[in-house]
Nanobody
Framework: QVQLVESGGGLVQAGGSLKLSCVAS????????MGWWRQAPGKDRELIAN???????YYASTVRGRFTISRDNAKNTVYLQLDSLKPEDTGVYYC??????????WGRGTQVTVSS
């Protein structure tokens, strides 16, 4: 089990950038598949990016080419670089950890608001 704390959200204009961070405490961070999820207003939470090993990222089609996920196992941290932001990227962004049985550990989320 890991505890996760996200940071880096905020208000940004369309076309702008943000970098989200998620710091994990607990053991075995490097063994976890880490994901970033997004919940837009009135919509279900969706997986937008995940990473198992450095350099091996998966992206939802809605963010591919604009967002970049990375991790630093020495710092127990996973990042999400958000570029070319659009108003439809607005939502609460959650970090989650999958230790092999699904995403069981979640952070509290960080709000991203993109104005047009």
């Amino acid at each position: 089990q890991v505890q996760l704390v996200e940071s880096g959200g905020g208000l940004v204009q369309a076309g702008g950038s943000l970098k989200l961070s998620c710091v994990a405490s607990g053991r075995g961070f490097s063994t976890y598949n880490m994901g970033w999820w997004r919940q837009a207003p009135g919509k279900d939470r969706e997986l937008i990016a995940n990473i198992r090993a450095p350099g091996e990222g998966y992206y939802a089609s809605t963010v591919r080419g604009r967002f970049t996920i990375s991790r630093d196992n020495a710092k127990n941290t996973v990042y999400l670089q958000l570029d070319s932001l659009k108003p439809e990227d607005t939502g609460v962004y959650y970090c989650a950890a999958d230790g092999g049985e699904g995403y069981l550990d979640w952070g509290r989320g960080t709000q991203v608001t993109v104005s047009s």
